[in-house]
């Protein structure tokens, strides 16, 4: 079982960057894909993944150029860089972790995580 500490939200305005992180516990970290998604006005929505070897990655059209994903198997932590931010890109945030056949492979479902952190809120002014 792992469990998933994020940190790194806040208040933050237009164009500014934040770095969410998200901390686990428990084994075998390098054996789950580590995906960020998050949830603001309503909508529940994928943000990023990386491979449970740090070499497959996704982003969500929306956050393309702006966001890096990122891991330390080593420290048991993954990274969210957001970059240029945009009110839009409020909301809670949450990193998730999910066992994956091939190291590469970069799931972009819920369904296909199966621990969850308790989310940490970005909030972008306008």
């Known amino acids: 079982q792992v469990q998933l500490v994020e940190s790194g939200g806040g208040l933050v305005e237009a164009g500014g960057s934040l770095r969410l992180s998200c901390a686990a516990s428990g084994r075998s970290f390098n054996t789950y894909a580590i995906g960020w998604f998050r949830q603001g006005a309503g909508k529940e929505e994928f943000v990023a993944a990386i491979?449970?070897?740090?070499?497959?990655?996704h982003y969500a059209d929306s956050v393309k150029g702006r966001f890096t994903v990122s891991r330390d198997n080593a420290k048991n932590t993954a990274s969210l860089q957001m970059n240029s931010l945009k009110p839009e890109d409020t909301a809670v945030y949450y990193c998730?972790?999910?066992?994956?056949?091939?190291?590469?492979?970069?799931?972009?479902?819920?369904?296909?995580?199966?621990?969850w952190g308790q989310g940490t809120q970005v909030t972008v002014s306008s």
């Open positions: 998730a972790a999910g066992r994956t056949q091939l190291s590469f492979d970069v799931p972009n479902r819920t369904s296909q995580y199966d621990y």
């Open positions: 491979g449970r070897s740090g070499v497959g990655l």
